[in-house]
């Protein structure tokens, strides 16, 4: 089950509270294919926990796509191993499920999980889903950590573009979120300083919910 569709200038994901996420083509026409495609894993930016990025999507082709498991299913007795095993059967990007038990009812992890994969060597892109308010506060520290992606909910914001901007000042790619409910008026005014929309199929907060048709 997936929970979200998040869309590039090119790409759209398909993702999960703890589940696999898929980055497809934007422009493909229907369903995008949910399959493994393997793909390189290029550096294009150095952060501060030694963290590599991924220019998603400029090594692929128009029918290729990128897989992401949210580390929320991980075993994290063993989580290391675990993005290891993760990224060894073919994923190319960890998704980060990040919430504060105040903007969802529900708390998972900070960035200290974000630089112990990059100290134990993870070098794959990292994915960082905002679930929290306020969200200038906690972007710094991501960025210090090693992510790659960082996305945010727009109402968790007191000044859209000022977070936007934050997030690309420190070298990520920036992203909002939409939840079901949420109006995407919210991106007229700053697309420019958007590389990702994620679409919500789901209420966030816990995994295992029914998926919202509609959202497609």
């Not at 993702?15 to 290029?42: E, M, Q, T, Y």
């Not at 710094?140 to 000022?162: K, L, M, Q, V, W």
């Amino acid at each position: 089950a997936t929970h979200g569709t998040m869309f590039t200038r090119r790409f759209l994901l398909l993702a999960g509270l703890g589940v696999a996420s898929a980055f497809a083509p934007a422009n493909l026409g229907g369903s995008p294919k949910l399959a493994l495609r393997s793909s390189s894993r290029a550096v294009c930016r150095q952060g501060r926990a030694t963290a590599p990025s991924m220019k998603w999507g400029d090594d692929l082709s128009d029918d290729g796509y990128l897989i992401a498991p949210s580390i929320l299913s991980a075993d994290f007795a063993k989580l290391g191993e675990e993005v290891d095993n993760m990224l060894a059967a073919g994923a190319d990007v960890v998704h980060f499920d990040v919430m504060d038990n105040h903007y969802v009812p529900n708390l998972t992890i900070g960035p200290g999980v974000c630089k112990a994969l990059r100290d134990h060597g993870v070098t794959a892109p990292i994915d960082v889903h905002l679930m929290v308010d306020p969200v200038d506060r906690i972007i710094g520290d991501f960025i210090d950590a090693g992510a790659s992606y960082i996305t945010f909910h727009p109402e968790a914001s007191n000044h859209i573009d000022r977070s936007l901007q934050l997030i690309r000042d420190g070298g990520c790619k920036s992203g909002l979120v939409f939840t079901p409910a949420t109006s995407l008026d919210y991106a007229k005014y700053v697309l420019d300083k958007v590389d990702i929309i994620l679409l919500m199929s789901v209420n966030p907060g816990f995994g295992g919910q029914k998926f919202i048709e509609g959202t497609l």
